[in-house]
């Protein structure tokens, strides 16, 4: 059953969700708004697909909950040490109809994806925001060499199952389709909400290692790496990175350090 919601607003959009009597949404901790009395809220430290919404009881006796429990355990701290929230909160509607308001955490855009079980979808850390109890919650490292490189793609949330998940970005979101561009399109790291199962995300080096690669890191603002985007499929963009919003803030505060040059001696916040 597709998640009845709506997002509303423009500069910090927020989605309200409409649950049908028995229907569970769950969310990341720290992006619920409101809800209506007759929804109940629970945390857990397990997602849908490890002992939460899924899978009561565990079966197998004392075995059986001692699987359940480590695979929860191995969860959560995969969760931390890609930095995400340890807990999730699950809403359900009991008695009738009810409404649960969610948010991101930055001024931007949210969007509603819809998983029909073909395609998973990947997303930056934080970009999620909630999702129906049928859409597993994942974490995907990146390959080694690709994440140091490229800093924001080293950590990816990941979404399987069917149904719909909600996620949010920082500024304004564009969908772009590599195919429509000669198969390829590069982007700065930190532009990259979400994108596609299907599309081959990578990092490379902006030049070499000659004059102009040396001027295109030191003072064209992107570093020394661009994130690379190919295949056939959806890609959403942010207009706003988080980095370039806390420089700035420090600079309005009179903090900044990045100087004239930006690029690779920016200040990154972290």
Excluded at 188 to 205: K, L, M, N, P, S
Excluded at 246 to 261: E, H, Y
């Amino acid at each position: 059953m597709t998640l009845q919601q709506e997002i509303v607003g423009n500069a910090m959009q927020m989605a309200v969700v409409s649950l049908n009597p028995g229907q569970t949404v769950y969310c990341e901790a720290g992006k619920f708004l409101f809800k209506t009395t007759n929804v109940t809220m629970e945390t857990r430290l397990s997602g849908p697909s490890g002992g939460g919404a899924q899978q009561q009881g565990g079966g197998g006796g004392m075995g059986g909950m001692l699987r359940q429990a480590m695979g929860t355990a191995m969860q959560a701290g995969q969760r931390v040490l890609a930095g995400e929230s340890l807990a999730f909160q699950y809403f359900t509607s009991q008695g009738g109809e009810g409404t649960v308001g969610f948010a991101g955490v930055l001024p931007g855009e949210m969007r509603a994806l819809e998983l029909d079980g073909t395609r998973a979808w990947f997303a930056e850390k934080d970009a999620f925001v909630a999702a129906e109890s049928t859409v597993d919650f994942g974490i995907a490292f990146q390959g080694g060499r690709t994440g140091r490189s490229g800093g924001e793609g080293f950590v990816l949330e990941k979404f399987t199952g069917r149904g719909t998940v909600i996620i949010a970005g920082a500024g304004n979101f564009i969908d772009l389709n590599p195919a429509d561009f000669g198969g390829r399109i590069e982007v700065d790291t930190g532009c990259v909400v979400a994108f596609e199962e299907g599309i081959q995300y990578g990092v490379q080096r902006i030049g070499g290692l000659n004059r102009q690669g040396m001027m295109n890191a030191v003072f064209g603002g992107e570093g020394l790496s661009l994130a690379t985007l190919e295949g056939n499929g959806r890609v959403i963009l942010q207009s706003l990175t988080i980095e370039s919003l806390a420089n700035a803030l420090k600079k309005a505060q009179g903090g900044d350090k990045q100087g004239p040059t930006g690029g690779l001696f920016s200040t990154h916040a972290g």
